[in-house]
């Protein structure tokens, strides 16, 4: 699959997970240190599985691989993640 | 799967089972569908939701949609158009019924979504159907008595294809519709048909000077173009919220 979308789209497969919003968690850039709200990310590869892509420098920030017995989150390419309380 | 059973904790991913409770036909491919959802708890304009469809063999398919409502409440209002290669959308539009039981979880997301605590100037850009999030904002906007300035430049192929198009041909005080065709124009329309351009975006939009807030939904192609522009145009980057949608 070639044409991507973007983080919006993490919101529902992220909520089997976490409580947070991921759309409006920021993280840094592994790769070129520019933080941006997960929204502003490129994603390839939905539905069942996610490569996050920085909409700066295209590193991958997160991996997200779902199967039907679980989940595999990969996320190496973010320094961190602030998440609004 | 007991993570999402209906007897959950209450998280937002938990799956509800909605009934339809009416259909109305946008366009020869695009249906309004409207869903109560016990327990929805109302939504945020631009907010989404997925539906999840499971085939008797077990195989399930999940896809977003944008809710073209906002507000309190557990009855949402959804519009779909389909898309030929889609797994989903062909059934949402051909085969569902009223009455019928469709899972959803939601709402969802919080960042391409407008409020009416905000009094700035808003720009709603949408290609076909991305109107669906700018709606529930335009209905939050009207329905609030809010005097923020809208504007919405909706592209879409011809005047057929629109969505929601009477309620747009008779728009509020506080906001101005230009219509972008890119197939066919009506005629007498003075814009020959095409895609939007950066002069579309400078003609119609708010001025980069005046700060306001754009949203830009549809699918990729048109969201990157749209973006590209208005930040050529001098809008600061973090003013641009966009949605970008595949095929579903």
Not at chain 1, 58 to 79: A, K, N, P, S, Y
Not at chain 2, 58 to 80: C, K, M, P
Not at chain 2, 85 to 108: F, H, I, K, M, Q
Not at chain 2, 189 to 209: N, V
């Amino acid at each position: 699959m070639t044409e991507h979308v973007d983080g919006n789209a993490l919101a529902g497969p992220l909520s089997d997970l976490f409580t947070f919003d991921p759309t409006t968690a920021s993280a840094r850039c592994a790769g070129c240190g520019d933080v941006s709200v997960l929204a502003r990310a490129m994603v390839y590869g939905e539905p069942d599985t996610f490569v996050v892509r920085c909409a700066h420098c295209d590193d991958v920030l997160m991996t997200i691989v779902q199967t039907r017995d679980r989940f595999c989150i990969e996320l190496r390419g973010m320094t961190w993640l602030k998440i609004p309380r | 799967m007991t993570g999402t059973s209906e007897a959950g904790d209450g998280r937002i991913g938990n799956w509800k089972v909605g009934v339809v409770t009416s259909i109305r036909r946008e366009s020869a491919s695009g249906r309004s569908i409207t869903i109560d959802v016990p327990r929805w708890g109302g939504n945020i304009a631009g907010q989404h939701t997925d539906v999840r469809l499971t085939a008797a063999n077990g195989y399930t398919a999940v896809r977003s949609y944008s809710v073209a409502s906002a507000g309190a409440g557990d009855r949402i209002e959804l519009a779909v158009d389909r898309l030929p290669t889609g797994e989903v959308s062909p059934y949402l539009v051909d085969t569902l019924r009223e009455g019928d039981e469709l899972e959803l979880r939601g709402p969802l997301g919080g960042w391409f979504v407008w409020t009416p605590q905000q009094t700035e100037s808003v720009q709603l850009i949408g290609g076909g159907s991305g109107i669906v999030p700018l709606m529930a904002m335009i209905r939050s906007h009207e329905a609030s008595g809010s005097t923020a300035p809208f504007r919405l430049l909706y592209s879409v192929r011809t005047p057929l294809d629109a969505f929601f198009r009477a309620e747009l041909e008779s728009p509020s005080a506080n906001l101005e519709v230009t219509w972008i065709f890119t197939r066919g124009a009506p005629s007498g329309w003075s814009r020959p048909a095409g895609r939007i351009t950066a002069a579309d975006l400078e003609a119609h939009g708010f001025p980069a000077a005046l700060s306001p807030t754009v949203f830009v939904c549809g699918p990729t192609g048109f969201v990157e173009t749209v973006a590209s522009a208005l930040v050529a145009l001098g809008h600061e980057p973090n003013r641009v919220k966009t949605e970008r949608f595949g095929g579903a």
